[in-house]
C-alpha cells in the first residue's frame, strides 16, 4: 500500500478538493455537546481540541490541551442515517379527478442520488467495519436495497485510526480496530508532538491516490511506518473493554435460559437506545400516513427496533413480550445468529450501546457473565 505524509494545514487543502470535485464532505462536527455527522462546510467544522469521555451510561465533551483534529472517539450518530436514512419515503400516491397517482419513490431517490454524491470524511475503522456489514444486509443478498444502494455508490472514504480509546470500545477484541484495513479510498493517522502536527495517509484505491495527488505530500519512510503501528498499539492498551468471542455462538444459543437474562432484563428500559446509536443495526417498518383531506398518502419507511413490543407483533400478539425475550434477541442476534445469516459478528465493538444505555448495560459485560456461568 503506498503510503505518504502531509502537513496539518494540507488538510483543510483535502476538504476542498474533496468539495470541488461535487462531493457532499461528510465529517464530525460538535452540536449538541456532542460529536456528530454533519455536512461540513469547512475545516474549522471539525472537533479541533475536543475530546470525548466515555463510560456506562456517560458521554462528555471535554477540551483538550492541544489543536489535534481527531482526537475523539466515536459519539452518538454513525454514517448509517445518510445510507440507511432514519425516516425514508417508499412511494407516494396523490388522488386526482382521473385516479390514483402513484409516485415512486424510486424516481425521486435516483434523482437525489444524481446530485448527491458522498465523501465521508473521517471514518473511524469500526465504523468502516460497519458499513462493510450492512453492505452484506442490504446489498449481499438476492434482494438489493434500492434506496441503500443508490446511497452508497461512489462514495469516497477517508477513514481515521484511532489515536487513543474511548472509554467503551472493544474494536481489538472485534478485529475491527484501531487501524482500518481495506474498505477506504485514504486512511489517515494523526501525528502530534511538540514540534510536529502532519498526517500519515495510507492508499486504498486509484481513486484515493488521483485525490491526494492535488495535496502537497511527501513519501512516508520506514519511520513514520512504525509510527503508526506505535500508535495504533498504544490505542489496543488503552482498551478498557475486551469480549472474548471463543466459541461464543455456541455459548449463547446453548444458554438461552441462562438466569443472567433475567437479571439483565430487570434493569433494561426496552427504550432501543442501543439499536438506534448501533451502527449495524437494521430492523425498520413500514408506516402509511395521510392527510386529511384524504388526497396524499405517502408509505414511509422508518427505523424500528427489535425492543420495541410491535416489532414482533403478529396476529394479535407480539412474539417477544418481555424485556428477557427481547434483549436476548438483540445480544443473540449481534454475537451468535448474525454469523449464520451473514458469516461476521453484527457488532464491531465502538461501544455506543454502552454509553447511550440510560442504565449502562454492557454487552461485554454480559457476555463474559454468561461464559463464566454456563448452565
Ligand atoms: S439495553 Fe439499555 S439501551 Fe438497550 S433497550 Fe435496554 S435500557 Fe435501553
Ligand atoms: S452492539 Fe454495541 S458495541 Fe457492538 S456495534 Fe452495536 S453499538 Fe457498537
Known amino acids: 500500500m503506498k503510503t505518504f505524509i502531509f502537513e496539518r494545514s494540507e488538510l483543510d ?24 455527522y454533519d455536512e461540513l462546510t469547512n475545516i474549522n467544522d471539525l472537533p479541533i481540541g475536543w475530546t470525548d469521555e466515555q463510560t456506562n451510561g456517560m458521554y462528555r465533551l471535554k477540551n483538550r490541551d492541544d489543536a489535534a483534529v481527531f482526537g475523539w472517539t466515536v459519539g452518538p450518530q454513525s454514517w448509517k442515517k445518510f445510507l440507511f436514512p432514519p425516516i425514508q419515503k417508499i412511494f407516494a400516491t396523490h388522488k386526482s379527478p382521473k385516479g ?13 442520488s ?15 467495519n460497519a458499513i ?71 492508499v486504498g484505491t486509484e481513486l484515493g ?30 482498551m478498557g473493554r475486551l469480549l472474548d468471542t471463543s466459541n461464543l455462538k455456541s455459548i449463547l444459543y446453548q444458554n438461552s435460559e441462562h438466569p443472567r437474562w433475567e437479571r439483565t432484563a430487570a434493569r433494561c428500559l426496552t427504550c432501543a437506545n442501543c439499536t438506534m446509536v448501533c451502527p449495524t443495526c437494521f ?19 422508518k427505523w424500528d427496533s427489535c425492543f ?11 412474539v417477544r413480550a418481555s424485556a428477557k425475550a427481547r434483549y436476548r434477541q438483540w445480544m443473540t442476534h449481534k454475537l451468535a445468529s448474525w454469523v449464520d445469516q451473514f458469516g461476521t459478528f453484527g457488532c464491531v465493538g465502538c461501544g455506543r450501546c454502552i454509553t447511550w ?19
Open 13 to 36: 487543502r483535502l476538504v476542498e478538493i474533496l468539495k470541488r470535485r461535487d462531493y457532499k464532505v461528510i465529517g464530525p462536527i460538535v452540536r449538541d455537546s456532542a460529536i456528530i
Open 100 to 112: 390514483l397517482d402513484l409516485q415512486n419513490s424510486k424516481k425521486q431517490t435516483s434523482q437525489e
Open 114 to 128: 444524481a446530485q448527491t454524491k458522498y465523501a465521508f470524511f473521517g471514518v473511524r475503522p469500526c465504523d468502516l
Open 132 to 202: 462493510s456489514i450492512q453492505d452484506k444486509v442490504f446489498l449481499g443478498g438476492p434482494f438489493i436495497d434500492p434506496v441503500y444502494e443508490r446511497k452508497r455508490t461512489g462514495n469516497f472514504i477517508v477513514t481515521v485510526n484511532c489515536g487513543q480509546a474511548g472509554g467503551t470500545c472493544f474494536c481489538a477484541s472485534m478485529g475491527t480496530g484501531p487501524k482500518a484495513g481495506t474498505g477506504f479510498d485514504l486512511s489517515l493517522t494523526e501525528v502530534l508532538n511538540d514540534k510536529h502536527h502532519y498526517f500519515i495517509v495510507e
Open 209 to 238: 491516490s488521483d485525490v491526494l495527488k492535488s495535496i502537497k505530500c511527501i513519501k512516508a519512510t520506514d519511520e513514520n511506518l512504525t509510527t503508526v503501528n506505535e500508535i495504533c498499539s498504544k490505542t489496543v492498551k488503552q
Open 283 to 301: 430492523c425498520a417498518t413500514i408506516e402509511d400516513v395521510t392527510d386529511l383531506a384524504g388526497k396524499q398518502a405517502d408509505r414511509m419507511r
Open 308 to 318: 420495541t413490543l410491535d416489532f414482533s407483533y403478529i396476529h394479535g400478539g407480539s
Open 357 to 375: 444505555c440510560p442504565v449502562g448495560i454492557d454487552i461485554t459485560e454480559e457476555a463474559r457473565a454468561i461464559r463464566e456461568n454456563q448452565s
